[in-house]
């Protein structure tokens, strides 16, 4: 069975060094060589994603030509290596040559095993996401399919099959999931794979019109129904008459609308405000809602009756969190399409860009992902942004607050934003993975004035 362990390279000539080095890697599979000979060698044979490469190699031991000859072959050969290069001839003059010459980092001798592994980690660290940052960019193209949601995630990849196998139905679909998950991107994507896909996709969020007017902006009205009421006006509901109307934020929706609602959906009759006379519409429903619409029904605040007759399926739709690799996927996609708009000269992402990208926990998920890269698509100044142009960077030792309570507060808040995150904002899903109770965490969030 071959090792899986990320091959690590040790380029250097002292055998004692050498020894010292291949035992202090205990995680990787280390793989020596003593010129630039047996380095290309084992370059080749064992591709090694990681290199260490002492400068002072023979024949020019006391100096650094063969060492930065050697650098050259290793970057020619396998550009996305990452080559740390030690040296203790003329340490200045060495770096900016060895990092000119394409070196990832510089690290001056005497060597420090503690400090060089750390460099050694950080470095396989980086490759590995830039690694994985390539092999996701060259499936946006194939992982552009419903509704156009760009997606490489196992776990998004099965709710499209659902949903384009559910388009095929003409049933009631609920969608669940955190703001900014793409649910409305998935409602249309529904309709486009349904028999319905040449007439209407109407879309109404509910939380965003008053409940005054939601009545109306739904069933329509007649001429003369209420004060400023001019014109007959057909609601939402008929305007999607053969197509599909998504409800957005559901759950906002009054109780008294609710049944007006459910009178729809079970007789497929509508009543102007100020009409008498029933109109049947054929129109499919598709609705989606941030909150928990199981303790809704339960608490009262939304009917049992009206939940079934939507929820005749319902899909749960992931945070970007839990998708993998779907945060750099999409955070290339967005900087490509702000770069095109804005003529800007920005290519891609740095290291520590890629890095915080994946660290994050995105509580606002894609819609807060594609905020962020605009932002750093105008803030770049070189031709990769950064994690500061993406407002990521994590603040500097210096400037950490040495005030113990300081630091908890920072903590806490990092905590419960991302358990809300990973909990699609539902309070006690949050409060089992912070190990609290329910009010607890009801003070705390309180307390540091944050939002489920």
């Known amino acids: 069975m071959s090792d899986a362990r990320p091959v690590l390279l040790i380029v250097e000539d002292d055998l004692g060094l050498q020894r010292q080095l291949r035992w202090a890697y205990e995680g990787y599979e280390v793989v020596v060589a003593g010129d630039r000979a047996a380095a290309i060698e084992a370059l080749r044979l064992h591709d090694p994603q990681v290199v260490t490469l002492d400068l002072g190699l023979p024949p020019d031991p006391n100096g650094t030509r063969e060492g930065l000859a050697t650098l050259a072959e290793i970057v020619a050969l396998k550009p996305d290596t990452k080559v740390i290069v030690a040296s203790g001839h003329g340490a200045r003059e060495s770096a900016v040559a060895a990092i000119a010459g394409g070196a990832w980092d510089f690290y001056q001798k005497p060597i420090d095993i503690d400090q060089l592994g750390l460099i050694v980690a950080r470095a396989f660290h980086v490759q590995a996401l830039e690694a994985e940052n390539r092999r996701l960019a060259a499936r946006v193209e194939r992982s552009e399919g419903l509704g156009g949601l760009i997606t490489a995630a196992p776990e998004m990849l099965k709710v499209t099959r659902t949903i384009e196998r559910l388009a095929r139905a003409d049933i009631t679909v609920m969608l669940l999931g955190a703001s900014g998950t793409g649910k409305e991107v998935l409602a249309r994507g529904l309709h486009d794979a349904s028999a319905r896909r040449d007439r209407p996709f109407v879309a109404i969020n509910c939380a965003a019109i008053p409940e005054t007017l939601l009545e109306s902006e739904l069933f329509g009205h007649e001429k ?89 399926i319902v899909v749960r739709i992931p945070s970007l969190a839990a998708r993998t690799g779907d945060a750099a996927l999409l955070a290339r996609h967005f900087l490509s399409k702000f770069a095109r708009a804005s003529g800007g000269a920005v290519t891609g992402f740095s290291a520590d860009a890629l890095a915080a990208i994946d660290a994050w926990g995105w509580p606002g998920n894609v819609r807060e992902l594609e905020n962020r890269v605009k932002r750093a698509v105008i803030m770049a100044e070189g031709k990769l942004a950064t994690a500061v142009d993406l407002d990521l960077a994590e603040p500097a030792a210096d400037a950490m607050p040495l005030n113990l309570r300081a630091v908890r507060e920072a903590a806490d808040r990092a905590a419960i934003r991302r358990a809300l995150a990973q909990a699609d904002g539902n309070i006690s899903g949050t409060a089992r993975l912070l190990g609290v109770s329910r009010p607890t965490l009801y003070d705390l969030l309180k307390g540091y004035d944050l939002h489920a």
């Open 224 to 312: 003369g129904a209420f004060t400023g009421a001019v014109k007959t006006t057909p609601g939402k509901i008929e305007q999607a008459d053969g197509g599909t109307l998504f409800l957005d934020e559901i759950g906002d929706v009054p109780l008294p609308l609710q049944v007006k609602l459910l009178r729809f959906l079970q007789e497929r009759v509508v009543e102007r405000i100020g009409g008498r006379k029933a109109i049947a519409v054929d129109t499919r429903i598709v609705c989606a809602t941030h909150q928990d619409i199981d303790a809704m029904v339960a608490d009262g605040r939304f009917r049992e009756d009206l939940y079934y007759r939507l929820a005749e």
